[in-house]
């Protein structure tokens, strides 16, 4: 997938999806050159964070309590599908969506293309806890910003 250079630092939304353009940098690699397999979640955890505080959710408001209390994103669970590797020097684009949004549960989907070519697809369930560990149902206007309304569950 082609985009242009007019990506800002943290990306763009654009018809609900986030794209993130990133270079693939030495330290990303293995002694061969290819994208250590482990690299690809912190590629992934950038789309993910960009797209929260696009979406008006930032990280350090939570941490700082503006809520009533500190919440924190956890990953509850991710699949991830190598498909072709990426190498030293690539610029990438992350992709990120919400599928689905439940209670205190989010359901992302993410790609990572290098032009045209799509090098990994992930499929996330992350949710929000408080202080005490315990699940936090997202706040209303969170929900409307992540995607319409026809996706949004009550369970």
Do not use: C
């Not at 684009?93 to 790609?111: C, H, N, P, Y």
């Not at 992930?122 to 319409?148: D, M, N, Q, S, Y």
């Amino acid at each position: 997938m082609s985009v242009g250079n007019n990506i800002a630092l943290t990306g763009i939304i654009e018809g609900g999806t986030h794209r993130l353009l990133a270079r693939v940098y030495y330290a990303d690699t293995d002694f061969s050159g290819v994208v250590y397999h482990a690299r690809y979640l912190e590629f992934l955890e950038r789309g993910r964070s960009d797209f929260l505080r696009l979406s008006g959710v930032h990280h350090t408001e939570l941490h700082e309590g503006k809520l009533g209390e500190r919440i924190a994103w956890v990953v509850r669970r991710m699949e991830i599908d190598f498909r072709t590797p990426a190498r030293i020097d690539d610029i990438i684009l992350i992709e990120t969506w919400v599928d689905q949004v439940s209670g205190a549960r989010i359901f992302m989907k993410q790609r990572l293309w290098r032009g045209d070519e799509v090098l990994v697809e992930a499929r996330v369930e992350a949710a929000t806890i408080g202080e005490t560990g315990r699940p936090r149902r997202f706040p209303k206007e969170w929900i409307a910003a992540f995607l319409p309304a026809s996706n949004v569950s009550t369970s």
